[in-house]
Nanobody, 116 residues
Framework: EVRLVEAGGGLVQAGGSLRLSCAAS????????MSWVRQAPGKGLEWVSS????????TYADSVKGRFTISRDNAKNSLYLHMDNLKPEDTAMYYC?????????RGQGTQVIVSS
């Protein structure tokens, strides 16, 4: 059974930083591309970023490009999202998921709230 557990969210002021993590189990993590997806209050799912299985290629939504960095540690079955220069519009529930540029969600997510 695929299990993805997100952590690291919280309340931060605009301009601040957070690092999200995702612990994966139940599948061969190192063979899957992984993505981060978010859902702002009252809005639909938005793809944020993806990384290839090796970590050699990353891609970002225009809304976060230059501010967010996706990374992974295959030895630890973990995915990360480092978020800098956070903006109020980044307020959302953040989810990790397997796949490339997907908006599928599995876990409970971690809440990020950015105050202005």
């Amino acid at each position: 059974e695929v299990r993805l557990v997100e952590a690291g969210g919280g309340l931060v002021q605009a301009g601040g930083s957070l690092r999200l993590s995702c612990a994966a189990s139940g599948f061969t993590f190192s063979t899957y591309a992984m993505s981060w997806v978010r859902q702002a209050p009252g809005k639909g799912l938005e793809w944020v970023s993806s990384i290839t299985s090796s970590g050699g290629l990353t891609t970002y939504a225009d809304s976060v490009k230059g501010r967010f960095t996706i990374s992974r540690d295959n030895a630890k079955n973990s995915l990360y999202l480092h978020m800098d220069n956070l903006k109020p519009e980044d307020t959302a529930m953040y989810y990790c998921t397997e796949g490339w540029r997907t908006t599928r969600t599995r876990g409970q997510g971690t809440q990020v709230i950015v105050s202005s």
